[in-house]
């Protein structure tokens, strides 16, 4: 099951990147998928996705779904939690698309690829700890209380952004729907100031310029801390459970 989950987001993640740098491949993009899934050495495949010949023009499906089926497998393997994994898929992904393929898609293109595997990726570490065929906690987790499923009030929140007056600079990057996933996705937990830099790839005064505002309306919590042990969170009405 967990290699079927496996193959599933590979499969997720190599269409739009073909989409995007080679559409003249779309078409063949299933027969494509499917004859390199069922290769019963997956991995050795893709340890052949390695990189391509200076000014390659294009991918294909095997080398992509290679390049992800590799990373994925990696950060799996990390000792850490889901969020450095997603982060190491991000990192390794954006490297290899910026070496083959720079200046074939806009910048905006290529972040808003970026994102997307970002958000599939965490979807996939997250169901690993906590599968959604899980009937309840385990017995380790008895004692502790149960993973609140929506632990973000997203109607509120949706409802606080669309109110808000944000500055004109980096609107493309930072719109209320822009915004409002990131904090979703943080599920109220703490994070800090370069988090927000790298995931909209904004220059740090901008970052701030922006926390500050969702600060001062309210739809932020500060952890009180200065310098670098500075973090922010959801603010109370748009939890449903406080960060740790």
């Not at 949706?158 to 944000?166: D, E, G, I, K, S």
Request: proline letters at 7%; one cysteine or more; a neutral charge.
């Amino acid at each position: 099951m967990e290699r079927d989950a496996t193959l599933k987001l590979v499969r997720t993640l190599t269409r739009p990147v073909l989409e995007l740098f080679c559409p003249d491949q779309v078409e063949e993009f299933e027969d494509d998928f499917a004859v390199w899934a069922l290769d019963a050495d997956v991995l050795r495949v893709a340890e052949k996705s390695g990189p391509l010949p200076p000014r390659a023009r294009s991918l294909d499906a095997t080398l992509v779904a290679g390049m992800f089926f590799q990373v994925v497998m990696e950060a799996s393997r990390l000792p850490a939690g889901h969020r450095e994994r997603v982060s190491f898929v991000r990192q390794k992904a954006k490297d290899y698309l910026v070496t083959q393929l720079a200046g074939q898609i806009t910048l905006s293109q290529f972040y808003r690829l970026l994102n997307l595997i970002e958000g599939e990726v965490g979807h996939y570490f997250a169901r690993q700890e906590w599968p959604e065929s899980s009937s309840g906690p385990s017995d380790t987790q008895a004692a502790g209380p149960p993973a609140r499923p929506n632990p973000v009030d997203a109607e509120a929140l949706r409802q606080a952004l669309a109110n808000l007056a944000l500055p004109m600079k980096g609107r493309r990057k930072l719109t209320p729907e822009t915004l409002g996933e990131f904090l979703r996705e943080t599920a109220g937990q703490w994070f800090r100031l370069p988090d927000f830099e790298a995931r909209f790839q904004v220059h740090k005064k901008t970052a701030w310029s922006y926390l500050h505002l969702l600060l001062q309306e309210g739809i932020l919590s500060h952890n009180g801390e200065k310098a670098n042990r500075v973090r922010y969170a959801l603010a109370a009405p748009f939890q449903t459970a406080p960060p740790e």
